[in-house]
């Protein structure tokens, strides 16, 4: 079934819908030009699903590459909604929660493929523990590896770790000894701060009681607000490990942002929530801290690329310098804390 954009929707449903068993899940895909992801994500999501009683929305913003056709044409059991402008993240999903039915409300990026039983395990966790509002699943990367998604809201801590370098020895123990990173990572299903959203179940009263995804953000930031707003409210948030997706990851904003601009979208961002939620000489100290390491690789690589010849080197040195230089700005307020 395929319905018109955001202007037109009046949120009301058919009779023949009204009068319709509701789904116990309904899962939301956002699309933008990822039309072979997105059909391989619905074609594994379907097959995961089994006799789980779910219905599938898609919405498309205004993607070029014929992904609505072809999911029109592919799946037609499926629920298009053709947004009619590129919405972003948070309002594409907005828009999809308007049309969903089910007790449980499960966001899923295109860009995924949803292994056996990831769906019913997170639906089977929020049955058994009322108390919780929100679960996100096990994601695993196109090579099988394990990618934390169940995570902490950041500190001046977590900020002097990555100063330091500290950071750095996550990613290698992750591999080598899953129990010793436990100490940069949550590895096991437990209560978090906060969630990726490229997959995650909500329950849909939560909705009416910290508000959808904050859509002031387009990309990136509205998990780790929407997440603070629901612990301020005193709901609970989880990770389940033993829900597994793969994550393929950055499909669609690799299109909207060229070469590093990622980074600079990424701690605008952080920029946000540190200055929403932060204390204000807490997050400041952060942000120095990091501009001197990012300046330090700078150097060294600006170094390296002088004594070697090599281009690519002095590139990335006059990358890292504005980098650094960004946080300074952040800092003083040159950049305002605006979600982009």
């Known amino acids: 079934m395929v319905v018109a954009g955001e202007e037109s929707f009046q949120g009301e449903l058919t009779a023949r819908e009204a009068d319709a068993p509701r789904p116990r899940v309904s899962v939301v895909i956002v699309n933008w030009n990822t039309r072979e992801l997105t059909g391989q994500c619905i074609a594994s999501l379907k097959e995961s699903l089994g006799e789980l009683p779910a219905e599938i929305i898609v919405v498309d913003n205004d993607s070029s590459d014929g992904s609505a056709e072809y999911i029109e044409e592919q799946h037609p059991d499926v629920r298009l909604v053709r947004s009619g402008a590129n919405l972003g993240f948070a309002r594409g999903n907005n828009l999809g929660f308007k049309y969903a039915r089910g007790r449980y409300l499960v966001l899923l990026n295109s860009d995924t493929i949803v292994l056996a039983g990831a769906v019913q395990r997170l639906v089977e966790y929020l049955d058994a523990h009322a108390d919780v509002a929100a679960v996100g699943g096990q994601h695993l990367n196109g090579e099988g590896e394990f990618v934390p998604t169940g995570l902490r809201f950041p500190t001046l801590w977590s900020d002097l770790s990555v100063a330091a370098g500290l950071n750095k020895f996550g990613p290698m123990v992750l591999k080598k000894n899953q129990k010793l990173a436990r100490l940069w990572y949550v590895v096991e299903t437990q209560e978090v701060d906060w969630l990726s959203n490229s997959f995650v179940a909500v329950r849909r009263e939560v909705l009416d009681q910290v508000g959808p995804l904050p859509d002031e953000f387009f990309l990136y930031g509205e998990d780790i607000e929407w997440y ?113």
């Not at 997706?245 to 950055?250: C, S």
């Not at 002088?306 to 890292?320: K, T, V």
């Not at 700005?329 to 040159?334: L, S």
Request: glycine share 6%; net charge positive.
């Open 228 to 340: 603070w707003r629901m612990r301020e409210a005193g709901l609970r948030v989880c990770y389940v490990h033993g829900a597994p997706i793969v994550h393929l990851e950055n499909k669609s904003s690799n299109q909207l942002y060229k070469n590093n601009d990622k980074h600079y979208r990424y701690l605008d961002a952080f920029h946000v929530f540190a200055s929403r939620h932060r204390n204000p000489l807490s997050w400041r100290l952060g942000w120095v801290a990091n501009a001197l390491h990012w300046g330090a690789l700078g150097v060294r690589f600006y170094l390296r690329g002088r004594l070697n010849h090599d281009e690519d080197a002095l590139r990335r040195a006059q990358w890292l310098r504005s980098f650094a230089r960004y946080h300074i700005d952040q800092v003083t307020g040159k950049v305002a804390p605006i979600a982009r």
